[in-house]
Structure formats: structure tokens, C-alpha cells
């Protein structure tokens, strides 16, 4: 049987960092506020200062990419990058021995075939298959853009056979067929558009998952040659099939309207019995790994605060125990299936700017580096230069407990040091406890970072997800932001007196609501295309037809999940009336703003008349503008300036280390980018 979106434990990876007992879930007590960082802080006052890292090292990208585990464990194939060439490899995990297999460039993502005797090879436009005894390769399809086909799963029920798909638009249909090696098709199922689906072990469809025109998750099931539905999800929410027969199927779905669960489902009796809850009582099941042959389940596995795996057979727990024992402080995702002797270990972490991967052999309970050498030409920064992310938990002024992460330059003390606050976009995002380069950064110019997971932040559950309903005025949301801050200070982590918040998207307008509603708390703000009328962005989205989604649900359907109704006259004004665009003679510290010309989520003249009010005030404003960029920044120069920008406001407002001065490239693109700037005076 197969799922779409359910990991599967040999071709593709799962995260693991921690192993407790299964059971112990019913019992949990939830996550207890952090009550003090005096050890934390006192061991990062104790480690050896980093030297000074340059901009560009942050962004050192690894040459390795789809390391991967053959399904019967004999093989890991891996790409290394070298320049424009993409080589694609073999390594024998009993001799270690490597051999080439392919040479290529442009795009190209490897999939290992069931039988674990051919890799197939995804351009986008077309699927190859390559025999790995040596033998010739083959393209044995080409895709066609207008049916918007393309590559979805290899088929487990097959050998050697893989899954695509496609949507005729123009007939409103959607088809799911198996390609078999020889570039013969099998037409598998014609209709509404699937979401998810499993396949039983003859390779037929036996469950789909689809919306229906409520946009309701609708889960059908084949009943001899009839369908019949098996059980519905809310709208947008977590709703993944794991594994399934006649008689059960097993599922991921938010338990009882939170967290994320898995669950069995009893189909004669439509009963349901959890298998598996976070032992924490904090964190929703990011999913749960399959063994490809068996589809038997092998892992649950938790995000928050750091990626969990909890083992589901007896050889899982065992394996997971000795992972946690091997990686304590690193994220360790695995390629794993039940026949195979050796297991394939990526290891991760704030720490580590680059993966590093490990054989682990069951037998032996032992664990063997591999690749380290082509690991190396990427030439990662040490591990020691770098700053650990840390967990903290505090205490709301409502009471509920909030979640975020902080990190600090190494052999500092903390309480003298300036700090800057990142929030996330969405609002319905999160940050993760693994490497981030501008964070790094910011550290290594000796800037404590604080990254609140505010409530709206997913993957601690629906209820932390839904808590501040439509309150994203100066509400519930930023009151977690700007309490995360207080807490830190009373802790003893910052300087009061050199504060600073930025951040992109959401995080830009949550930028722009510090700024105005607490002037004395930071010293600047850096908001990357921020909406200055949240209501107004939330409204112009909704008005183009905007969907979410591979299902596309309408935006406003997505955001009454949420809990804003774009229709509450009262809510809205409530949204409107706190926004930075209708306060703009509040802001009092320098504020640099980053917008895009071809922003589609953004209107650029709403910020732009923004910062036109505020120049009329005379207030400290600088304005970026590329005329070409939308909501996503895309160019490397864009980047660049992102950074030099943000060191001269750490240098100028929080006493950060002097910047040195910009390539030619670089001046000349601020010069024709910079409309205002104010901020840097």
C-alpha cells in the first residue's frame, strides 16, 4: 500500500532525536515553563568566542543531496553537485566501495525502485530509469505542462514501476496511472482530484482521500467494485493516511480538535483508538515512517522543541535508544525498512551547517560515518564557531505557556549583550531548533537572537495554532512576542538598552506593531514587505481569488478556519484600527523597510504611502524597493543587501561591529534601490 505524503522509511527520510516508551503517552503531564537559563547561560559563557565568519560562509551549501537508502539496504545513492555537473552515485554499504553511475546537469531528483535494482530519475519534464548493475538508462516518459503532469511516488506494489499524475483542466478531470520501466502506463483511477490515496498489495487503489464542495476531507475506501466513504476530516486539517486493509486503516489526524495523532480506525465498527500522542503533551506528529515493503509502521515522530522519534516494533525502540544515545544534542533522520541490516542516519542541527551521514547497523548496534569526505568539499563552518539553539518555554500573561528558541554568541555573557528579535511569517508558521544562517550570523556579530514560536505558530497543536482567534491587531500574538522579550530580560539574557525586532512577511507587520505600541522598548526594526494594514492585505487577498493549497481552498475559507471572518464587520475594524498604517506619528525609532514591485500578497503602494506619511512626520525611515521582486525576494543581490543593510542597523542602533564596505555591484544596486533612508543617518 502507499500514501502520497506518508514518509516512507527506505527511499526518503524521517526525524528522529529521541526514544521513550510508547505507553507512556496516556500519562503525560504538558511541557513545564523554563524556570531559569542560568545553567545555559553559564555553559555558553564558558565555550572558546568564534573568530569573525564572513557573509558569504553562512551560506555554504552542501555538494550532497538525495543521500538515500535502497529499499533492501544494500546501496545509499547520493548526488554530489560540481558546479553545473550533477553526479549521481552508488556506494556498496557493506564494502563501502563507490562507484559513478550518471553525469547530468539541470534538475533531477532520484527515487530508488522497490526492487532496489534501478533508480528512477525526475527532470520535471520527463522520468528516466537507470539500472544500477551498470546497464543503460532510458526516458521512458515525457510530461506534458499543459496536463500539469508530473512524478508522484514509486509504486511499492510493483518491482520496478513508478506513479504519475495529471489534471485536464479543461475537463475538470484528474487521472493517477503507474508507468512501468518499459514506458507502458496503467490507468489506475479517473475522476475528482486525489489528495492522498493508498494502494493495496495488488496495486489497486484501495483508499483515496479528497475535498468535497465544502471542502471537506472525504476518505473512501473500495468496496468490491463500489466505493464507500470511511471516514471525513475537518476542513484543513490533518487528515494523511499511513496504512490500510479491509478491516482498519491507520491515519494521522489532530485528536480530539489538537494535536496531531495517530490513530487506527476499526471499519466495521467506525471506532477509532489512538496509537500514539506526543509522551510530552506538546508537539503534533510531524508523521509516521513506513516501512516501504511492509508498509509496516516504524516511527512516530514529534518537532517541538526538537524532532522526537518514538519506535513502533520492538527493533525501532532498539534502534532509536541507541540513536539518542549516539546523537543527544543533533536531529538524526533515517531511511529505514525492516529487511534491511543497515539503516541510513542523517544527522542535523543548529550547529551543523552542513548534514552529516551514518550507517547504523542493527546487528551491531554500532554506527560508521560515510561521505564524509565529499561532505567536506563543501567545506562546512565548524561546528564550535556556531551558536546552539535554545529551547525556552515561559508564561504568558494569560497564563498559557509559550514556546520559542534562543541563541547566543558563544563565550559572551548574555546579560550585557544586545539582542534582536526574529518573528516568523504566516502567522501560521513556526522556527525549528536547525541551522539557520542568518541567525548565525546575527550571532557571530555577537547578537543574541530570540525567535518566539508565538501562539498562531503551527506544530504544538490546533489550540495553541487557534488561540488568538482574529486578536492580530496589538493583540494575543504580539502580546507572546513582546512578553517572550520581558521574560528573557528578567532572566538575565539582554541588554534593555539595545533591543531590536525584525522580520519578514507577518513578521514585518508584527515589526511595524512593536515599533508603534512599545517606542521604548527597541532601538530600531527591520520589516521585510510587511502589510501596514493587516485587515486590508488579509481583504485584497481574498477579493483576487486567492486559494491554498494543492486542493485549492479559497482564501477566506482557509482564514475563517483560522478564525478571522473577513465578514465580522466588528473583528475586522478591530485588526484595522490597531494597524501601524493608522498610528504612523507613534513610530519614534529608525525603521528600515525591504518591499518587492511585483508583491502579489503585499500592495506595494500601501507601504509606500506608509513610509511617505512617515517621512512627512519626519520620522527615521529607510525604504528598499526592487521594482522586479514579489513576496519571496529571489535574486542573490537581494540577499546581500538584506544583510548589509540589517549589520548597519545593528552597528548604527545596538553597538554591532562596524560593516565593512559594499562590493561595486552592491552600491550601485542600493543606490537604485533605496528611496528612502533615514534610518542609517
Known amino acids: 500500500m502507499f500514501s502520497r505524503q506518508i514518509e516512507r522509511a527506505g527511499p526518503v527520510r524521517a526525524i528522529v532525536i529521541a526514544c521513550l516508551a510508547a505507553a507512556s503517552f496516556a500519562h503525560a503531564a504538558p511541557v513545564a515553563e523554563t524556570r531559569s537559563l542560568k545553567e545555559a547561560i553559564a555553559r555558553n559563557a564558558a565555550l572558546p568566542a568564534a573568530p569573525f565568519i564572513g557573509d558569504d560562509d553562512f ?4 555538494r550532497l543531496r538525495d543521500v538515500k537508502l535502497s529499499p533492501d539496504g ?65 526516458k521512458i516518459a515525457s ?25 485536464d483542466r479543461a475537463a475538470k478531470i484528474y487521472r493517477l496511472s503507474r508507468l512501468n520501466a518499459d514506458g507502458t502506463r496503467e490507468l489506475l483511477y479517473e475522476g475528482r482530484q486525489l489528495e492522498e490515496f493508498l494502494l493495496d498489495g495488488a496495486g489497486q487503489l484501495a483508499f483515496t482521500r479528497t475535498l468535497d464542495d465544502q471542502y471537506n476531507q472525504v476518505v473512501s475506501r473500495k468496496a468490491g467494485d463500489t466505493w464507500i466513504e470511511a471516514t471525513r476530516c475537518k476542513r484543513l486539517r490533518a487528515c494523511n493516511l499511513v496504512s490500510g486493509d479491509q478491516h482498519r486503516l491507520t491515519m494521522v489526524v489532530n485528536h480530539a480538535d489538537d494535536r496531531k495523532a495517530f490513530i487506527e480506525i476499526d471499519l466495521a465498527k467506525q471506532a477509532q483508538r489512538v496509537l500514539h500522542t506526543d ?32 519506535g513502533l516494533t520492538p527493533a525501532a525502540k532498539a534502534a532509536a535508544a541507541d540513536i539518542t544515545r549516539r546523537f543527544p544534542d543533533t536531529t538524526i533522520s533515517i531511511g529505514a525498512a525492516e529487511a534491511a541490516a543497515q539503516w541510513l542516519l542523517s544527522e542535523r542541527g543548529a550547529r551543523l551547517q552542513q548534514e552529516r551521514f551514518w550507517l547504523y547497523d542493527r546487528k551491531a548496534r554500532s554506527f560508521t560515518e560515510i561521505l564524509a569526505q565529499e561532505r567536506q568539499l563543501g567545506n562546512p563552518l565548524p561546528e564550535q564557531q556556531l551558536a546552539a539553539k535554545i529551547p525556552v518555554h515561559y508564561r504568558a500573561s494569560d497564563g498559557a505557556i509559550v514556546h520559542g528558541y534562543l541563541s547566543l554568541p558563544p563565550g559572551k555573557a548574555a546579560a550585557s549583550l544586545p539582542m534582536l528579535t526574529m518573528v516568523h511569517g504566516g502567522p501560521w508558521s513556526s522556527f525549528d531548533n536547525n541551522y539557520t544562517s542568518l541567525v548565525q550570523l546575527v550571532v557571530n556579530r555577537g547578537v543574541a537572537v530570540f525567535q518566539p514560536n508565538f501562539r498562531a505558530s503551527t506544530g504544538y497543536g490546533d489550540k495553541y495554532m487557534l488561540a488568538p482567534k482574529a486578536d492580530f491587531g496589538n493583540g494575543r500574538a504580539q502580546a507572546d512576542i513582546i512578553e517572550g522579550v520581558r521574560w528573557l530580560l528578567a532572566n538575565g539574557v539582554g541588554d534593555k538598552k539595545r533591543l531590536a525586532i525584525m522580520g519578514d512577511s507577518f513578521g514585518g507587520y508584527s515589526t511595524l506593531l512593536a515599533l508603534t505600541n512599545e517606542p521604548d522598548l527597541f532601538q530600531f526594526g527591520m520589516a521585510t514587505v510587511p502589510p501596514p494594514d493587516f485587515a486590508r492585505t488579509l481583504k485584497l487577498a ?13 482564501f477566506s475559507v482557509t482564514l475563517a478556519e483560522m478564525g478571522i471572518h473577513l465578514d465580522d464587520p466588528a473583528a475586522m475594524k478591530r485588526i484595522a484600527d490597531a494597524a501601524p498604517a493608522a498610528h504612523p506619528e507613534k513610530i519614534t525609532k529608525p525603521l528600515l523597510l525591504i518591499a518587492g514591485g511585483k508583491d502579489d500578497k503585499v500592495d506595494i503602494a500601501a507601504v509606500t504611502d506608509y513610509v511617505a506619511r512617515l ?55 542600493l543606490e537604485q534601490a533605496m528611496k528612502a533612508n533615514g534610518s542609517l543617518k
Do not use: C
Open 59 to 62: 551560506s555554504r551549501r552542501s
Open 74 to 138: 544494500a546501496f545509499v545513492s547520493f548526488v554530489e553537485i560540481d558546479g553545473q555537473s550533477l553526479h549521481l552515485n552508488l556506494m556498496n554499504t557493506r564494502t563501502l566501495e563507490k562507484k559513478r553511475l550518471l553525469t547530468s546537469t539541470g534538475r533531477q531528483e532520484v527515487h530508488w525502485a522497490s526492487d532496489s535494482k534501478a533508480l528512477f530519475i525526475d527532470s520535471g519534464d520527463g522520468l528516466s530509469v537507470l539500472p544500477v548493475d551498470g546497464g543503460s538508462g532510458s
Open 143 to 167: 510530461f506534458d505542462r499543459k496536463l500539469a503532469q508530473q512524478f508522484v511516488a514509486v509504486d511499492t506494489a510493483r518491482p520496478r514501476a513508478a506513479l504519475v499524475e495529471e489534471f
Open 279 to 310: 509522551p510530552a503533551a506538546l508537539s503534533d506528529l510531524r508523521t509516521v515512517v513506513v516501512s516501504p515493503a511492509s508498509q509496516q509502521p516504524l516511527f512516530a515522530i514529534y518537532d517541538m522543541p526538537q524532532r522526537r522519534l518514538h
Open 542 to 554: 481574498s477579493d483576487a481569488g486567492d486559494v491554498m493549497g494543492a486542493g485549492g481552498v479559497p
Open 615 to 669: 517621512q512627512g512626520l519626519g520620522k527615521p525611515v529607510s525604504l528598499l524597493v526592487d521594482p522586479d521582486e514579489g513576496h519571496n525576494p529571489r535574486k542573490p543581490i537581494v540577499r546581500q543587501a538584506y544583510s548589509y543593510l540589517l549589520q548597519q542597523m545593528l552597528h548604527k542602533h545596538l553597538g554591532g561591529p562596524p560593516v565593512a564596505a559594499p562590493t561595486p555591484e552592491l552600491a550601485k544596486y
